[in-house]
């Protein structure tokens, strides 16, 4: 539905719900002043909640046969707890709870409740024993139906109903009603309400109630009962009223005691959601107490907006929220608004305002904006956003006044409460919120009718572009001579290119009479298994029984969209010819996978998109050839496809194959599952809606698929648009989401909103800056290599207006992208009249990334660090992971993803056992002292995050706060990347402080051609590559003081975890009957390995040097990460500073008087004990602090030095030196700053200050 068809409506339903109401009050008044009949007085048995506190088996007797009954709760959309009654089966044993009533013969006896099933299908009953000893049904569940007394009632599911059944025993009649969603009458028109009425069959009055799980229902299945009711007496459900004056009924204890829990929800909370004002810029809806509501009306409301920098919002909405009675001036320039407790004047066009007496400065001038909505200019006056509170907040009242929360999302929220939510802490609240108002949902019917209206009822092409579009693409094809005003297009030569390709794949397929006209497709690329059912021919291609994947199905798809933009550009009908042999070929195909549904849907979408783009030159075929009927291709897209997603969502159901095992529900996803899974269907529905036979369930199934998507499909975007599955899957999952949101737009003439959603307005910057400037991208977690896709940059710059998104996708496809169909039909002729503004460096807040580059040039510097979520879609385990690319290629590597099919991959039981996604596969360091405690050498379900970033025009960086990864392990732990010295040198660094001593590994994988060596000492590595008779070298350097730390070259098969799998190649195989994981014999790494280490200091330098044991001197020195700065040049004749000892001359003077074995072990460990029992009251500060110093330093200098020697009576020094350090530093406060420094010199020992 078109956003301005529900304000049009919206007016009229507002005006019908009033006179409706009004006539109602009419015809209810009693005009004859007659008395109306008393009615039976009111005996009530049973009424409860279940918000009571008590027990479910308060007011009934259990017999629930070691069943599951209890009192459960949810959480509401307005943020409440409703706590219900669930009964879930655990044994075939047919349990329930009974309680009894009294029998009457006159009145009736009235039953109501809610009930719902978040499983399905399920099998419940309520039904009661009457006064002859006959039952009757009041409640029967089977296969999702409600029955009432015998009585179809609707479906039964997810969606809480309203049930009544009123025995009336005066007329011996029973009537049965159902309230809620979802419920269609016996002329399948959508209603609120079902009656239906019969006879009593059986004798007046009943005995009892019995409520219960029937014995025919699954183990684990439940359904569950709310509100629950019985009474005698009148013909009617009880008032509110009624229930404060009769209670819970004389069944119920009312004394008993609480036993449940009820959890506060929260009154402020509560309250908060249900009194918000929630706007979002650009979107035309906003969120009103709860309620969506259209604020795109002339005059008064408008979309929030963002001009130079400013968001101003519409002031009307405000007013309206707040209350406040206002008067418009008749030059409907100045509005007086009184606050309650003050009085507002403000102006438009003054950049100030009178509150309360006194003239304000405010932010800016109040405006009238214009905006176009559907091609109709509207305009409404607005006020800047951070005037909000200027206007109306009185620190005097705060009661009263109001404030506003902004999120860089869009997202505006105006209450009573400042800095209501932060998305640090209640970012599901605010993408919650937003659900709430930025998506229109459609039915539908909705959906079918926006479709044919917008599409002069269904005339092709009408899905991603029309024929318009299409035509201004053949004349710029068609053009051939500077003189024709397309000759110059910059799509011209990329059109010339589609064509050839789509010609030679023609040649490739189709064979011809000897005149060049289109027979058939040759019957030898068929027979030799290129479009065989996969069922019959097996390969790389054959479909899998067990996975359910179907990958040819995909693959194969694709060829048909090649060969419809071939036709549109050049009209040859030999496209449509071979395009159509081939789509039937794929039709006899048993399924195209739907047990592993992105396959299903890959295929769907090419096959739809092409049958829309053909459907015209389908049916001129069919006139000289009626056995090529576009109706075929149309059977083949809904059997295939379009029915196979009905299955799924609607029925809970994958006929292929029929014992599946895998997920198939894609509407449950909340990864890329979900968006590409939508897009598919939904596309498939779009190509086929004018036909009636399949319209019905594919306007169903889009009306599932799009809410869910909405619902839980794009909360990865959140809050920034970054992609935690990876760039590879970015591409993929997002490029289908933006092809169904212009498939929408083109078709029905909106996309429902969902280009509106959070994050989707900058996640194209993510791509671009999850790339190098070689356009190679970092194939983080399952990511693969290569480059990533911004096919769509063309059409969410236009739709945007985002001139630097166009700006930057023409300089890509200047500078060696290629042009994909989607750059040709969203082409923007103003793409690259302005030079693409991009940051040097990025900060990905949610995935907890960052990249730095040197420059966006070729051949540029480019690094980064990965933090974030622990165990996520297709995640690795990789914290603190890293990459560096250098003169077009990237040196140190990330090994990506593996064989998906490797046994238990997507398992988290197996999954971080493989090398590849584990730590000993990664660019980290991790531990191995206890891997029966962290068994993969970092924890596995732990968030790391970026504290710190910052950029200079020297260079940038990041610090990771690792500590979470190393939870248990490490006092701190960080990790740090910064490319510096003016953009030339990257730096790795790790600060970490132990618990206790640890073994720990460093890595940094690399390629085996780039000669991967290590200097003698181990103190530089080097890798190398020969580019046209020159040499290229990159240098590692190791800056730290440890002593005993050295680079060294490992095998990719040599490992340090016990849990990672010994297998390759045919080990896997033979092992676990599976997929090989990938070869990794092209690579390498480099290690650092540290033995009984207390901290973990380093820094690895990488930078370009002229060449092996090069003598140019290393661009950094230890530096803290606290103190960094990227710096445009280092004076490099001072050695690194060692972050473990200070720089004291003394000491190390002292130092090398007694390295000369001057002092014992056990002497420096008694001089220890001096400094640790140090009168903490003594004021005199002298030697006995500078012997301890230099027992403390000589110690550790005699550990580095000899790392097999046993650290247990160091560590048990440690131990007490921390002890008194607690004590020390209380007193410490008391002393002088001489005494400080004293206290600086013992903290700097074990790197604590």
Request: proline content about 3%.
């Amino acid at each position: 539905m078109k956003k301005t068809k529900f304000s049009r409506w919206l007016s009229v339903l507002l005006i019908l719900s009033f006179l409706l109401s009004f006539g109602v009050v009419y015809v209810s008044a009693d005009e004859t002043g007659e008395e109306e009949p008393t009615e039976p007085a009111v005996d009530l048995f049973y009424y409860r909640t279940y918000d009571e506190g008590w027990d479910f088996t308060n007011g009934v007797t259990n017999q629930k046969k070691e069943n599951n009954f209890f009192i459960d709760y949810e959480i509401t959309t307005t943020y409440d707890y409703n706590y219900f009654w669930r009964m879930e089966a655990l044994n075939a044993q047919d349990g329930y709870a009974q309680l009894g009533i009294t029998s009457v013969t006159q009145g009736a006896t009235v039953i109501s409740f809610d009930a719902m099933s978040d499983d399905f299908p399920n099998v419940g009953y309520i039904y009661y024993r009457a006064s002859d000893d006959n039952t009757g049904s009041v409640f029967s569940v089977r296969n999702g139906r409600v029955s009432m007394y015998g009585m179809d009632m609707g479906p039964f599911d997810e969606n809480w109903r309203h049930y009544t059944m009123i025995l009336d025993w005066d007329t011996m009649t029973v009537t049965c009603t159902v309230e809620g969603a979802g419920l269609t009458n016996e002329m399948g028109v959508t209603v609120n309400k079902l009656e239906q009425t019969a006879q009593i069959s059986h004798g007046k009055g009943l005995q009892w109630f019995r409520i219960g799980q029937s014995s025919g229902a699954s183990v684990g299945l439940s359904w569950c009962l709310d509100n629950l009711s019985i009474h005698n007496g009148p013909k009617r459900e009880l008032t509110a009223e009624e229930y404060e004056m009769y209670g819970h009924g004389k069944n119920v204890n009312e004394e008993a005691a609480k036993t449940v829990t009820i959890i506060g929800s929260g009154t402020s909370n509560t309250d908060l959601m249900k009194n918000m004002l929630c706007m979002k810029v650009g979107v035309n809806y906003a969120l009103l107490n709860q309620e969506r509501v259209a604020i795109f009306d002339d005059g008064k409301y408008g979309a929030p907006v963002e001009i130079d920098g400013i968001i101003y919002v519409p002031l009307e909405i405000i007013l309206s929220f707040i209350g406040y009675p206002y008067y418009v001036h008749p030059d409907g320039l100045s509005y007086d608004i009184s606050t309650g407790t003050s009085a507002t004047y403000l102006s438009v066009g003054r950049d100030s305002a009178v509150v309360n007496g006194k003239r304000i400065e405010l932010n800016a001038a109040p405006s009238y904006i214009k905006q176009t909505l559907d091609g109709e200019e509207k305009s409404f006056l607005a006020i800047a956003m951070d005037d909000v509170e200027l206007l109306f907040s009185d620190e005097d009242h705060p009661d009263t006044s109001i404030y506003v929360t902004y999120d860089r999302m869009g997202l505006i929220i105006i209450c009573g409460v400042d800095n209501v939510m932060d998305r640090t802490n209640s970012l599901d609240d605010m993408m919650d919120l937003m659900k709430k108002f930025i998506f229109d949902n459609p039915s539908g019917d909705e959906f079918y009718e926006d479709v044919k209206a917008n599409t002069n009822n269904f005339q092709h092409p009408y899905i991603l572009v029309n024929q318009n579009r299409f035509d201004e693409l053949k004349a710029i094809y068609d053009a051939k001579t500077p003189a024709d005003p397309n000759f110059n297009s910059p799509l011209r030569t990329p059109l010339q290119n589609w064509v050839r390709t789509a010609t030679n794949a023609y040649n490739q397929w189709a064979y011809e009479d000897e005149n060049g006209n289109y027979i058939s497709l040759k019957p030898e690329r068929i027979a030799n298994g290129d479009l065989l059912n996969p069922n019959d021919v097996l390969g790389n291609y054959g479909y899998d029984p067990a996975g359910g994947r179907l990958n040819a199905s995909s693959s194969k798809m694709t060829q048909l969209e090649r060969w419809a933009l071939a036709y549109q550009i050049t009209r040859d009908i030999k496209f449509a010819y071979v395009a159509y042999d081939y789509a039937i070929e794929m039709g006899k195909w048993d399924h195209w996978g739907p047990a592993h549904f992105l396959n299903c849907a890959d295929a769907t979408s090419p096959i739809a998109i092409a049958f829309d783009w053909l459907y015209n030159a389908f049916v001129e075929i069919a006139k000289t050839d009626p056995s090529r009927s576009p109706e075929k291709i149309a059977d083949i897209i809904y059997s295939h496809g379009v029915y196979q997603g009905y299955n799924a969502v609607v029925n809970n159901r994958c006929d292929w194959p029929n014992n599946i095992t895998k997920a198939f529900r894609y509407d449950n996803f909340t990864n890329n599952w979900n968006a590409v899974c939508t897009s598919g269907m939904v596309i498939g529905a779009l190509s086929i809606l004018q036909y009636d036979q399949y319209a019905k369930q594919a306007c169903q199934m889009t009306e599932l698929s799009l809410f869910a998507l909405g619902d839980h499909g794009l909360g990865q975007y959140a809050p920034d648009g970054s992609y935690i599955e990876s760039p590879t899957y970015w591409s993929y999952g997002t490029n289908t989401f933006f092809r169904l949101c212009a498939a929408l737009e083109s078709s029905a003439g909106t996309d429902y909103g969902f280009m509106d959603c959070w994050g989707i307005d900058t996640t194209c910057y993510f791509a671009v800056q999850s790339e190098s400037s070689d356009y190679n991208m970092w194939n983080y977690h399952d990511g693969g290599t290569g480059s990533q896709d911004g096919s769509f940059f063309m059409y969410v710059g236009t739709h945007y207006g985002d001139q630097n998104l166009l700006d930057v996708r023409a300089n890509q496809l200047s500078n060696g992208k290629s042009f994909t169909e989607y750059d040709i039909l969203f082409y923007n002729d103003d793409a690259g009249k302005g030079k693409p503004q991009m940051a040097l460096g990025y900060y990905m807040e949610g995935i907890q990334a960052y990249t730095v580059r040197s420059s966006w040039e070729k051949q540029a510097i480019f690094t980064g660090i990965m933090g974030g979520p622990g165990a996520i879609s297709h995640g690795n385990i990789d914290s603190g992971n890293f990459i560096y690319d250098n003169l077009g290629v990237r040196w140190l590597v990330d090994l990506g993803g593996d064989e998906y099919n490797v046994y238990g991959y997507f398992s988290n039981t197996y999954r971080y056992r493989y090398y590849r996604l584990g730590c000993e596969g990664s660019n980290v360091m991790l531990i191995t002292s206890e891997q029966d405690v962290m068994p993969y050498g970092q924890h596995l379900n732990e968030d790391t995050v970026i504290t710190k970033h910052f950029e200079n025009e020297y260079g940038g960086y990041a610090v990771l706060d690792n500590s979470p990864a190393y939870r248990g392990y490490v006092t701190t732990a960080e990790r740090g990347v910064m490319l510096t010295n003016n953009n030339k040198t990257v730096v790795v660094q790790d600060e970490v402080l132990f618990e206790k001593v640890e073994e720990v590994y460093w890595f940094a994988h690399t390629r085996k051609e780039f000669n991967p060596t290590v200097s003698a000492d181990g103190q530089t590595a080097y890798l190398t590559r020969m580019v046209n008779g020159t040499q290229q070298v990159i240098r590692l350097s190791l800056v730290t003081k440890i002593r005993g730390l050295k680079f060294e070259e490992m095998s990719v098969y040599e490992y340090v975890l016990d849990t990672t799998f010994r297998t390759d190649l045919n080990e896997t195989v033979e092992i676990y009957g599976k997929s090989p994981e990938y070869n990794r014999s092209q690579f390498t790494k480099f290690a650092i390995h540290g033995e009984n280490v207390l901290n973990f200091n380093v820094a690895v330098v990488i930078e370009e040097v002229d060449k092996v044991n090069s003598t140019m001197p290393v661009g950094y020195t230890w530096t803290p990460i606290a103190q960094w700065t990227p710096y445009e040049s280092l004076d490099n004749g001072d050695d690194p500073v060692n972050p473990d000892t200070p720089t004291d001359p003394d000491a190390d003077e002292d130092y090398s008087k007694i390295k000369s074995n001057t002092y014992t072990r056990a002497d420096m460990l008694d001089a220890m004990d001096i400094f640790y029992e140090l009168d903490e009251e003594q004021k005199i500060f002298t030697s006995q602090i500078k012997d301890g110093y230099l027992a403390l330093y000589a110690s550790y200098r005699v550990m580095e030095n000899n790392p097999s020697m046993s650290g247990t009576r160091y560590q048990q020094a440690l131990e007490r030196y921390k002890t008194y350090k607690a004590k020390y530093d209380a007193h410490l406060a008391n002393v002088n700053a001489t005494q400080q420094s004293i206290r600086s010199i013992g903290s700097y020992l074990i790197g604590m200050r």
